[in-house]
């Protein structure tokens, strides 16, 4: 919600009144995959969607501030807020930092 990670669960829609809303389905444009989704499709980080969804969202934002960098350890704390009952969490993690060594590459 207006470019912050937010838990659609506890947020009324009133709140939501005259806010930008972003979903997981915005991220892909133009027919093409945000890199953060195609890191996790490359690898193997998609579980049963619900989880996978609030990993994303919850990424994009840092992700989109070029000054934020990801190694494993700060990965695992940025998405320390999202819990995966799917399995564990090194695909995740692995797939946050390719998309990011990506970004800063792509320069």
Do not use: W
């Not at 470019?3 to 659609?8: I, K």
């Not at 953060?36 to 994009?60: E, I, P, V």
């Not at 564990?88 to 060594?101: H, K, L, M, P, S």
């Amino acid at each position: 919600m207006d470019g912050q990670p937010v838990r659609s669960c506890t947020v009324l829609a009133v709140q939501a009144n005259n806010s930008r809303i972003e979903t997981v389905e915005s991220l892909q444009q133009d027919g093409q995959l945000h890199p953060l989704q195609s890191s996790f499709s490359k690898c193997h980080a998609l579980q049963c969607g619900f989880c996978t969804s609030g990993f994303l969202m919850t990424l994009k934002p840092l992700y989109d501030d070029d000054e934020v960098t990801l190694d494993a350890t700060s990965a695992r704390e940025a998405i320390s807020g999202n819990i995966c009952r799917c399995t564990g969490y090194q695909q995740i993690v692995e797939a946050t930092v390719e998309a990011f060594n990506c970004r800063a590459h792509d320069d």
